[in-house]
């Protein structure tokens, strides 16, 4: 393992130790259901993906699936559930792999994607979801996921503005987006004989929407002895607030859903201003079905949730 993956497993293994005052284990998906909070923003764009990768693996035929990079298991969970097939998950961080066992219950395990502890073809699929951004040989990545996979890969990668890899390269900031991509990132793989589809998601078309949708209610605590100043502040949160309330309302699951839905469309009709890419990667042809053989609906995404997980606070 190389010093900058290092280092990333270090970043990684205290980012999935993280918990908020209470105890509460603070998730990369959302893994609590739709606004509960206590996980990472960018709600529709997480749903989105997670709609997608569905979407992708209902066209083709499989009976097991390994997740390479699928931090807590929400992902390779909501698989084995919609799907009905034996699943993996692994990450870099061996605290994602423990939050996977004791939240979801899914075997996991610490590997670098470089060095896949798996035998050649040990998984019909192989999944890896915004995780080759991050990696230091690219290449070797790709080739260790063909490598282990039976049938078909599936990924998902970030399109980053060349500049932002320049500066995260310079500065060797751990778990930072070191590649960029766009819809031809594999087209070397069609000429090695595998067959490689691909689709565009996240718009920046619905970038105000999504922000809309990310707001959060802040917390304001009324003292006595509050100063004037803190007194304005706490007047610009009220109506702040107020007005978070009435966006909640208008943004609610129907129109999360239907926003997930339009990104297909409009990436169908606008090819540009996509902020990520999803690619199948075919090693067996009859696989892979031209019709859906499982309907996959968002509200199946959106409706999902698992109890608020409190972190023993011994290992933190």
Not at 310 to 316: S, T, V
């Given at each position: ?5 290092k ?46 990768i569905m ?37 870099l ?38 995780t ?14 063909i490598r ?9 990668v ?10 995260n ?11 960029s991509?766009h ?35 802040s ?36 129109a ?30 009859k ?22 997980y ?7």
């Open positions: 393992m190389d010093e900058y993956t280092k990333t497993k270090y970043w990684l293994d205290a980012r999935f130790k993280q918990v908020d005052r209470d105890g509460i284990y603070y998730a990369h998906q959302p893994i609590y259901g739709f606004r509960r909070g206590h996980c990472e923003r960018d709600l529709i764009s997480r749903f989105t993906r997670t709609y997608q979407k992708a693996l209902s066209h083709l035929r499989f009976n097991s699936l390994l997740d390479v990079g699928g931090a807590e298991g929400f992902t390779v969970y909501r698989i084995k559930e919609i799907f009905n097939v034996k699943v993996r998950n692994s990450d961080s061996e605290e994602a792999c423990k939050r996977a066992k004791e939240i979801f219950n899914i075997e996991s395990d610490p590997v670098d994607i470089h060095e896949l502890p798996y035998k050649d073809n040990e998984f019909d699929i192989v999944l890896s979801s915004e080759l951004e991050h990696v230091t040989n690219l290449d070797k990545a790709i080739s260790e996921l282990v996979a039976k049938k078909a890969i599936i990924i998902t970030p399109h980053e503005d060349d500049a932002i890899i320049e500066r390269i310079k500065e060797k900031i751990p778990h930072a987006h070191i590649h991509f819809p031809g990132s594999f087209h070397v793989l069609e000429s090695r004989g595998y067959r490689v589809f691909k689709k565009r998601m996240i718009n920046s078309i619905l970038r105000i929407p999504m922000i809309l949708v990310n707001v959060q209610v917390e304001c605590t009324s003292n006595r002895g509050i100063s004037q100043k803190n007194e304005i502040s706490k007047i610009f949160i009220q109506i702040y607030n107020t007005l978070v309330s009435v966006l909640l309302k208008i943004f609610g699951k129907k999360i859903s239907f926003m997930v839905q339009l990104d297909g469309f409009i990436c169908n009709f606008v090819p540009f201003y996509n902020a990520a890419f999803l690619f199948i990667i075919l090693k067996d042809d696989c892979y079905m031209k019709k859906e053989h499982k309907k996959i609906s968002v509200s199946k995404i959106l409706e999902f949730s698992v109890p608020y409190y972190l023993n606070k011994e290992g933190i």
